[in-house]
């Protein structure tokens, strides 16, 4: 690839990666990948030599046989990055070091209809691809309930989940007593769009990468 090209923002999708000769994208802030695989290793894919200028970087259903060098991978990459999104099924893979040392950075996202009870992530996103029903909101409240002492600080949710007078009033009291239960944790929660097409849209959150921009300013990075 021309290392002249005004590349920042690369999106790959549902691809095998085969092996290659070394490559250099110099200008790649934002890398997404989903669903991808290589015939080589995921960690001579996302050297540090190979993106001096990454900020932001995506995994999503990423193969089993790469989840090993995950742990690899953020110990590499975890100091220059600004923020990581990971799949929920990724925490299963990395020892309790490296948790503590993601969690800081990393926004972590998991299916609205999956949750059972609140991960020990800061920072979580909840997604479903239908409509979220009063039953499994009223689910959410109660777990947020149960939980004393969450280790959770932001919960991302789409914003037709926002407490407003269009919706149903039962549920329109659930959404609100969510946010009561979460308010009473100390939970923050933030309403952003979300992508409608995983396949298509970057689904990289702007509000956390911001919060991640902001706090790396104010030394904390």
Same mark, same amino acid.
């Given at each position: ?14 691809? *095998? ?16 990948? &989903? ?7 995921? +960690? $001579? ?5 190979? +993106?001096?200028?990454? +900020? %932001?970087? %995506? ?10 060098? +995950? =742990? ?24 309790? %070091?490296?948790? &503590? ?28 691809? #239908? ?10 409240? $109660? *777990?947020?309930? $149960? ?20 919706? %149903? /009033?039962?549920?329109?009291? /659930?959404?609100?007593?969510? =946010?009561? #239960? ?6 923050? *929660? ?26 790396? #300013?104010?030394?904390?990075?």
């Amino acid at each position: 690839m021309d290392p002249h090209v005004d590349l920042r923002v690369l999106r790959l999708y549902n691809l *095998i990666i085969h092996n290659s000769s070394p490559f250099v994208l110099p200008r790649v802030e934002e890398l997404i990948l &989903l669903a991808v695989e290589t015939t080589s290793t995921l +960690l $001579n894919l996302l050297k540090p030599s190979a +993106l001096p200028s990454l +900020l %932001a970087l %995506a995994l999503w259903s990423i193969a089993d046989e790469h989840y090993p060098e +995950l =742990e690899a991978i953020t110990f590499l990459l975890i100091d220059r990055l600004e923020m990581i999104s990971l799949d929920v099924e990724s925490l299963e893979r990395f020892s309790p %070091a490296t948790r &503590l040392r993601l969690d800081a950075k990393t926004l972590f996202d998991h299916d609205f209809n999956l949750v059972r009870s609140l991960l020990n992530v800061a920072s979580l996103r909840l997604h479903s691809e #239908a409509e979220v029903a009063l039953e499994q909101v009223e689910q959410i409240r $109660n *777990i947020v309930r $149960n939980t004393v002492s969450p280790v959770l600080s932001l919960l991302y949710l789409a914003p037709d989940l926002e407490p407003a007078p269009h919706q %149903a /009033a039962m549920k329109n009291a /659930a959404l609100r007593s969510l =946010e009561v #239960a979460c308010a009473e944790r100390k939970i923050d *929660i933030v309403y952003e769009e979300q992508p409608q097409d995983w396949t298509l849209d970057s689904g990289v959150s702007m509000d956390f990468w911001r919060r991640m921009k902001e706090r790396k #300013a104010k030394g904390g990075g």
